[in-house]
T-cell receptor
């Protein structure tokens, strides 16, 4: 089944403890992206990647890192999480730049 | 940055009624997309629009890409309870190598049986 898989689905962590949210797609898509969703603010793009080793900042990149060493994987790294990064995170992929994204099921992160 | 104004923010309708929602922007987009999000899930693509003036249907859903390329609307005909969810518009600009998808804040649809 064609899909975008994120792990974990739920995560509670403490301030400052580094964490990684994994994302993998099995559709051979070139484009991948991370979004966060917050009440009243909608979906905001954190980072995106146009291909292996090619990434760029979205609208809210502060406090996040990404890497794209392989086409299928696009992990989101929080080096020192803070409570304002408590949010619902979505990974998404797209076959080319003019197509819509396919989204994963989300990761609900709570930083205490 | 670019922003999309989506309205209405929420709708509470009776089963069987038609629904209309829209998105406007001060910027031009190359592509308009409409997504639906069910509780606890990621957004799912409903309709993609690629040309100004394009009118596209997907079952009971119809969406149009505005002539000015700055707006789009989504209609749902004869609503049913499973239409409940949050509907998002999204605009895509792909100048250069970018694939930056901008989302509206969503329209929350409630359907009363």
């Amino acid at each position: 089944e064609a899909q975008v898989t994120q792990n974990p689905r739920y995560l509670i962590t403490v301030t400052g403890k580094k964490l990684t949210v994994t994302c993998s797609q099995n559709m051979n898509h070139e484009y991948m992206s991370w979004y966060r969703q917050d009440p009243g603010l909608g979906l905001r793009q954190i980072y995106y990647s146009m291909n292996v080793e090619v990434t760029d900042k979205g609208d809210v990149p502060e406090g996040y890192k990404v890497s794209r060493k392989e086409k299928r994987n696009f992990p989101l790294i929080l080096e020192s999480p803070s409570p304002n990064q408590t949010s619902l995170y979505f990974c998404a992929s797209s076959p080319h730049r003019s197509a819509g994204y396919t989204f994963g099921s989300g990761t609900r992160l709570t930083v205490v | 940055g670019q922003q999309l104004n989506q309205s209405p923010q929420s709708m509470f309708i009776q089963e069987g009624e038609d629904v209309s929602m829209n998105c406007t922007s001060s910027s031009i987009f190359n592509t308009w997309l409409w997504y639906k999000q069910d509780p606890g899930e990621g957004p799912v693509l409903l309709i993609a629009l690629y040309k100004a003036g394009e009118l596209t249907s997907n079952g009971r859903l119809t969406a149009q890409f505005g002539i000015t390329r700055k707006d789009s609307f989504l209609n749902i005909s004869a609503s049913i309870p499973s239409d409940v969810g949050i509907y998002f518009c999204a605009g895509l600009n792909y100048g250069g190598s970018q694939g930056n998808l901008i989302f509206g804040k969503g329209t929350k649809l409630s359907v009363k049986p």
